[in-house]
């Protein structure tokens, strides 16, 4: 069996966000409303459903993510679907 | 992919005695400073340079290795992440291990930190624009094979070309890089003051290019194949290649020695 997951990344906190800024201050020019913006990036994958959230947290330390700049969260495809 | 020389004047100069160092210049697909790292060290400085190809698992033979500018596997993912996957990075990792100089310049910068080669990481500049322009630096350390050529606290002049280039390391880590003394280069005022309009693009304590604890290894963003000779406009970049080979003549000078 295997389990489809969705994988969510961020700069971590201290990390500037350039991308977030650039896009609050686009959405203030459009006179919308809005703060604290962050940009981030979204995985989808198909894992072996035996210890998957073990494979995907090791996909996401040793290449998805850059551990010294990026978090990541793992959501389970039921999640993603009810979302 | 061994030859392929941009110029005329870049093709093998024959006759120079065999104990020249030899460099190699890794070609990633979607390297673009490639074709003018070979051409400085080869038409302009004449030294022996060769394109090595990404697929390549061994570097044998050569005793320098340049990773170039551009935009290696379309820079998917993180600039310098899927290089850092490719077999001619573990060569390179290899390569270092063995004492061997390594440069990487701009997006070869990115490959040597998610190769984890060097300490830190790249990120998007501040404001999030492309940063294309010359810039000051001032050369931090003068005692590594990269700068020896150059004077303790110079400013030098170098272009350069990058969207992703802050310097950020976690607190300790940057901590500890200052500490051992492994920055190289910082961008500087022409004053050489680190004054705030003096950082292109945010990186932390104005770093631009680093080494590694052994010294061996050298990261920057700046293109000094793109001021090595007067029709560029400066050439402040060409004493980088000229340390690496005279550190690599006086390396090879002692071992001589020493066989003797």
Redesign the interface.
């Known amino acids: 069996m295997n389990k489809r997951v969705r994988v969510v990344v961020f700069?971590k906190p201290?990390?500037?966000?350039?991308?977030g800024?650039?896009v609050q201050t686009g959405l203030r020019a459009l006179g919308l409303e809005a703060s604290e913006v962050r940009v981030g990036k979204a995985f989808e994958l198909t894992v072996p459903e035996d210890r998957w959230r073990e494979r995907v947290r090791e996909l996401c330390e040793r290449?998805?993510t850059?551990p010294?700049?990026e978090d990541y969260e793992i959501y389970e495809r039921e999640e993603v679907a009810a979302r | 992919m061994s030859t392929g020389a941009f110029l005329e004047s870049d093709r093998p100069r024959s006759g120079l005695p065999t104990p020249d160092p030899r460099f190699a210049v890794v070609v990633f697909p979607g390297s673009n400073c490639d074709r003018d790292c070979l051409h400085v060290l080869r038409g302009v400085l004449g030294y022996r340079a060769e394109f090595v190809w990404h697929e390549e698992e061994d570097l044998e033979g050569f005793d320098a290795v340049v990773l170039p500018g551009g935009f290696s596997y379309g820079d998917y993912l993180r600039p310098g992440a899927v290089a850092a996957t490719s077999p001619v990075v573990r060569a390179v990792r290899r390569f270092a291990e063995a004492g061997g100089l390594v440069v990487g310049i701009c997006n070869g910068f990115q490959v040597l930190l998610e190769a984890g080669l060097l300490p830190g990481a790249l990120v998007r500049n501040r404001g999030a624009t492309f940063r294309c322009e010359w810039v000051h630096l001032r050369v931090e350390r003068a005692d590594t094979p990269f700068t020896a050529l150059y004077a303790p606290g110079e400013v030098v002049r170098m272009p350069i070309a990058h969207g992703d280039g802050r310097y950020h390391a976690p607190p300790g880590m940057l901590e500890e890089v200052e500490q051992r003394g492994q920055v190289v280069f910082r961008y500087v005022g022409r004053d050489g003051r680190t004054t705030p309009d003096a950082n292109p693009n945010g990186s932390l304590h104005h770093i631009a290019g680093l080494v590694n604890r052994e010294g061996n290894v050298l990261g920057l963003m700046p293109h000094p194949e793109r001021c090595s000779e007067p029709v560029l406009g400066g050439q402040d970049g060409r004493r980088l290649f000229e340390s690496m080979d005279r550190w690599l003549r006086e390396r090879a000078r002692l071992a001589a020695g020493r066989t003797r």
Do not use: R, S
Not at chain 1, 14 to 19: I, T
């Open positions: 700069l201290g990390v500037l966000d350039a991308q800024q650039a290449f998805l850059n010294l700049i």
